[in-house]
């Protein structure tokens, strides 16, 4: 399954009220939307018809979020549904998470681009045109980033075509501990090329099955979620994420 595809799919089955994209570029991935959306990108060069209620702003991610009230353009300062694929660096991918999810509520959905290199080139800081296949950069970091300093996220990586995906549920807006560790991840992310990516980065072997995942169940407990208490969605989110984990966890 494409990238775009497994997009589609979330839309379909989510009906998301908002959704936010960081990266637009020439607007394929937003054409997806019918939903109110903001999507945000300094060098947008949008060339799809659009079919929706949108906000476009010619910003960075940075700037966009260090606005007063960021998110005007929603009735409520909420995110159902996030893409971020902006730039490929992992430091950058962290920060747009950390921003995304001060908005998001516990049936959120979050989908990061460009996770799973197909090889060392192509997740290179530094951008090579012999990498083979499209180039990824280092963002494939923030995968581990999150198991390691966020259990209580649930972060799936997907196999999607042609770079991967990452699906991050159990988001809490609340949370501070990825912007207060920011500083000290730097050093780990900020290395001299080639990076060293794992090789079940590089395998796939942790990623789900697109089909397989969109399966599941959960979804709709993410959508009744929106309809509960603060409590009462997280403990119904927190239930239907019990037995999702990455494959081989």
């Known amino acids: 399954m494409r990238r775009h595809d497994l997009l589609r799919a979330l839309h379909e089955v989510l009906q998301p009220r908002t959704y936010l994209e960081i990266g637009v570029n020439n607007g394929r991935s937003l054409t997806l939307s019918r939903t109110r959306s903001i999507g945000i990108d300094p060098f947008f060069t949008v060339v799809s018809e659009l079919l929706c209620d949108l906000h476009l702003v010619r910003t960075t991610s940075d700037e966009f979020f260090a606005r007063e009230h960021p998110l005007a353009h929603f009735e409520e300062p909420l995110i159902d549904l996030a893409f971020i694929d902006g730039m490929h660096l992992s430091e950058y991918a962290l920060r747009d998470l950390i921003n995304v999810e001060r908005f998001c509520h516990p049936g959120s959905v979050v989908v990061l681009d460009d996770m799973l290199p197909r090889n060392v080139g192509q997740a290179r800081r530094v951008r090579e045109s012999q990498s083979g296949g499209g180039w990824t950069g280092d963002v494939y970091k923030v995968a581990e980033v999150l198991r390691t300093h966020r259990p209580d ?3 799936l990586e997907v196999d999607t075509q042609p770079t991967g995906t ?5 988001l809490d807006a609340g949370s501070r501990v990825l912007l207060e560790a920011y500083d000290d991840l730097l050093e780990v992310f900020v ?22 995942l969109l399966a599941r169940p959960l979804w709709a407990d993410l959508v009744a979620a ?17 037995d999702l984990r990455p494959v081989g966890a």
Do not use: I, K, M, N
Not at 166 to 170: E, K, N
Not at 227 to 235: K, L, T, V
């Open 226 to 242: 929106r309809a509960d208490d603060a409590a009462g969605a997280r403990e119904r989110v927190t239930a239907a994420l019990a």
């Open 166 to 170: 990452a699906v991050v549920l159990g």
């Open 153 to 155: 996220l649930v972060c």
């Open 191 to 212: 290395v001299p090329d080639p990076q060293p990516v794992p090789d079940e980065v590089l395998g796939r072997t942790r990623a789900h099955d697109a089909a397989d």
